[in-house]
Nanobody
Framework: QVQLVESGGGLVQAGDSLRLVCAAS????????MGWFRQAPGKEREFVAA????????YYADSVKGRFTISRDNAKNTVYLRMNSLKPEDTAVYYC??????????????????WGQGTQVTVSS
């Protein structure tokens, strides 16, 4: 099990950039693939991006492809989400979560676990 804490959210204008950080505790962090999800008010939690346990083969939701980049540093037990060219529709609470390697490729929130508390991202037009 890993415990996850997100940070880096904030209020920005459309076109700005942010970098979200997900800090993990626990010795098994490098065993897990990691993902980012987001949830806007009144909407279901939706997949954003994921990356393998070794930092390869990232995949993204179509809505963020080309604008967001997921990365990780296993030496620091940290996962990042770099968000460029932010749009008002990116406004949401962003969460990181872990998934076992054999399930990598899923975009279903139910397949992920060890959710953090989330960090709010608000993009004004």
């Amino acid at each position: 099990q890993v415990q996850l804490v997100e940070s880096g959210g904030g209020l920005v204008q459309a076109g700005d950039s942010l970098r979200l950080v997900c800090a993990a505790s626990g010795r098994t962090f490098s065993n897990y693939a990691m993902g980012w999800f987001r949830q806007a008010p009144g909407k279901e939690r939706e997949f954003v991006a994921a990356i393998t346990s070794t930092g390869g083969s990232p995949y993204y939701a179509d809505s963020v492809k080309g604008r967001f980049t997921i990365s990780r540093d296993n030496a620091k037990n940290t996962v990042y989400l770099r968000m460029n060219s932010l749009k008002p529709e990116d406004t949401a609470v962003y969460y990181c979560a872990a998934i076992p390697p054999h399930m990598y490729g899923s975009t279903w929130a139910a397949d992920f676990g060890s959710w953090g508390q989330g960090t709010q991202v608000t993009v004004s037009s």
